[in-house]
Every structure is written in structure tokens, then in C-alpha cells.
């Protein structure tokens, strides 16, 4: 079976693409000029270059594949032009990387165009399967984990925006590439999303002692009320200054981040493993 993947190079799609090999599956994947091929330079796969917003290069690549599957990011507008290209190029088996983002109570600003990108995949009469993975870390590419990480190295204090009591549900990257993996060998999940997500939810003070512990260190954590941080600053952005922390950053820490992946779990074995077992994974990659 062959498979064209957008989003190869990135930090998930990179984990990807060297799955579906050693499963039998021939990978070509679109990627920008821009994009850096290295982490998977000593693989087999087809290069294909071009972009989610240019269709003809799209429904190119499309052409004589049997499933694509979408890493790229749905944040983009791009879910109609996706649909249209599978459509011209005869590919009826697609897989989505979503995100459980779409259920925050905060008006992010891409929420309404991945919502608008679910919408147009559940009524584009293709065999789609969506999958929404919660936050993934995994290695230093991620944006999260490895950030607190680096902190809780240097420094043995952490300020906390709210008490750090809301619930947090990481997912580690090699099991959301697993979870594409049996989503698309899989039938039944042919018209169905799902949500995936680590293997239990913990609170973000739980979250921050599970790290302490991976790395052998002590933490004092100072916790602050959030309310006033996130005023000071919604005020600043609005002076457009830029600070490592945003206002919306803080929103999210504080609020209920845990799904169920039980539909997942029923239908195609999704199995994760637990968020202490994921972070020593991701020390033990970094020091070999």
C-alpha cells in the first residue's frame, strides 16, 4: 500500500514515516522547499516538494497513492483544498490529525477553522478517520515537556498561574503515530474520529513532580493566582510586546485538559503508556 503523508518532516510525521516503512507501507510525502529532510535522510520515501495551499502540486502527489494521511496542521484553512485534491487524484482513504483543542472553552483563534476543517471531512463522502491526540511531547522538537524540562533543570523553583490542580492528559509522539498506524489498517474506523490521549490524566502539579522525579531533582512549587497574570498580560500583548508566556497559554493551563480514549481503545487497540513511563523515554532518546 502506498501512502502520501503531509507533514512528514515534523515533529509527529517524522515518527511516522519510519513506522509505515517497517510495516510494509511505500511512503512518498509532500514537503515545503523549506523543510528539512535530515531526521529521515537515510529512508526510503518518495520526495515529493510542494504545498497544502498550491492544489495542482497537491493533486499531483495524490496521484498513484492508495490513502493519504494528513499530519500537516487543520489550523490553516487548507481541509477544503485537501478534500478537493483527494477527490481529483481518485484517493477515497484519508487519515486527519485533528486536535482535542477544538473542545476548549477559549476562543482560540484556529478553533473555529479546525472545527470548520471536521465539519467539511465528515461531509466530503470520503473514507476519512480523524484522530485528535491531546498535547504531544516526546523529544526535544516538542514544544511543551521539553520546555518544562529545561526549566526544572536550571532552576529548582516553578511559578505556577492557579492552583495546578486542573487535569492535563499528554500523549507521547510515538503513540500517536501508532495510533495512525492501526486507525488505517483498520475498517472500522472509516467515518469515525476519535480522541487520544496519554494513559491517565494527571493534575499539572502532578505533572511537574512526575519531571522532578525523571530527573532525579527536588522542586519547590510557588503558585500564584492566575486571574491577575492573565490581565498584566492580555494588556501587554496589546502593546504588542512579546514575552515567552502568553495570556492564553495560561488560560489553557487552567482548564480541564483529560479525554477518553475508550472508542479508540474498542476499535482499534489504542494502548498509550503513562506519562511517567513517556518522559523517560524522552531523557533516555536525548542522552543516547
Known amino acids: 500500500m502506498k ?24 511512503v512518498r510525502a509532500l514537503t515545503r522547499p523549506t523543510s528539512d529532510r535530515s531526521p529521515l535522510s537515510a529512508l526510503t520515501v ?15 502527489a495524490l496521484h498513484g497513492v492508495d490513502a493519504l494521511i494528513n499530519i500537516a496542521s487543520l489550523g490553516f484553512g487548507h481541509a477544503e483544498g ?17 486536535t482535542t483543542a477544538i473542545f476548549t472553552q477559549l476562543n482560540a483563534g484556529s478553533k473555529s477553522v479546525r ?13 476519512y478517520t480523524i484522530l485528535r491526540p491531546t498535547m504531544i511531547y516526546g523529544n526535544p522538537r516538542d514544544r511543551n515537556m521539553w520546555r518544562l524540562i529545561r526549566w526544572l533543570r536550571i532552576t529548582p523553583i516553578i511559578p505556577i498561574f492557579g492552583d495546578g490542580e486542573s487535569l492535563q492528559q499528554p500523549i507521547f509522539v510515538d503513540d500517536v503515530a501508532q495510533a495512525v498506524l492501526l486507525a488505517l489498517k483498520t475498517d472500522v474506523t ?7 490521549a496519554g494513559k491517565d490524566p494527571l493534575t499539572y502539579n502532578q505533572v511537574i513532580d512526575t519531571v522532578a522525579t525523571a530527573i532525579n531533582k ?15 498580560l492580555q494588556f501587554i500583548e496589546r502593546m504588542r510586546i512579546r514575552l515567552p508566556i502568553k495570556a492564553e497559554q495560561v488560560l489553557r ?3 480541564n485538559k483529560a479525554f477518553s480514549y475508550e472508542e479508540a481503545q474498542r476499535d482499534f487497540g489504542f494502548s498509550p503508556r503513562s506519562f511517567g513511563e513517556g518522559i523517560r523515554q524522552e531523557l533516555e532518546a536525548v542522552i543516547r
Open 253 to 255: 493551563l487552567n482548564e
Open 218 to 232: 527536588r522542586v519547590w512549587k510557588i503558585h500564584m493566582p492566575y486571574r491577575p497574570i492573565v490581565r498584566l
Open 3 to 26: 501512502v502520501l503523508v503531509t507533514g512528514g518532516t515534523g515533529f509527529t510525521g517524522s515518527r511516522l514515516v519510519p513506522l509505515l516503512l517497517q510495516n510494509g507501507f511505500q
Open 115 to 127: 472545527l470548520a476543517a471536521e465539519n467539511a471531512i465528515q461531509a466530503s463522502r470520503l473514507d
Open 190 to 196: 472509516i467515518g469515525r474520529s476519535y480522541n487520544i
Open 82 to 98: 485537501i478534500i478537493a485534491s483527494a477527490k481529483a487524484a481518485g484517493v477515497r482513504r484519508v487519515v486527519f490529525i485533528s
Open 46 to 60: 518518495e520526495w515529493v516538494t510542494g504545498d497544502l495551499s498550491n492544489a495542482e502540486a497537491l493533486t499531483s
